[in-house]
């Protein structure tokens, strides 16, 4: 069973930090990108973040300066450090893996985290 479990959401002062990560478990394959998309209410659901195995990141222009991706290829988690932290940044976050696998390529999701940045 593939699961994707993240950690780390909750509510925060604008200017705040928070830290994201993702542990993924039950892929039989190889893990390709992993990253972080959010949705905010009202809005489509929008990257925010990935990373490759090679580590290749491609981080959305809202989140240039302030989010920093990294990942453990051994142990198949992602993390998303958030800093200063805007309002506009409310969503919920929603952890990412595309992986190749016996079944041909594949995309998984996690549940979902929320993040809150209000005074």
């Known amino acids: 069973q593939v699961q994707l479990v993240e950690t780390g959401g909750g509510l925060v002062q604008p200017g705040g930090s928070l830290r994201l990560s993702c542990a993924a478990s039950g892929i039989i394959g190889s893990i390709n990108a992993m990253g972080w998309y959010r949705q905010a209410p009202g809005k489509q659901r929008e990257l925010v973040a990935t990373?490759?195995?090679?580590?290749?990141?491609n981080i959305a222009d809202s989140a240039k300066g302030r989010f920093t991706i990294s990942r453990d290829n051994a142990k198949n988690t992602v993390s998303l450090q958030m800093n200063n932290l805007k309002p506009s940044d409310t969503a919920v976050y929603y952890c990412h893996a595309a992986a190749t696998t016996g079944w041909g390529r594949q995309n998984y999701w996690g549940q979902g985290t929320q993040v809150t940045v209000s005074s």
């Open positions: 990373i490759t195995s090679g580590g290749n990141t």
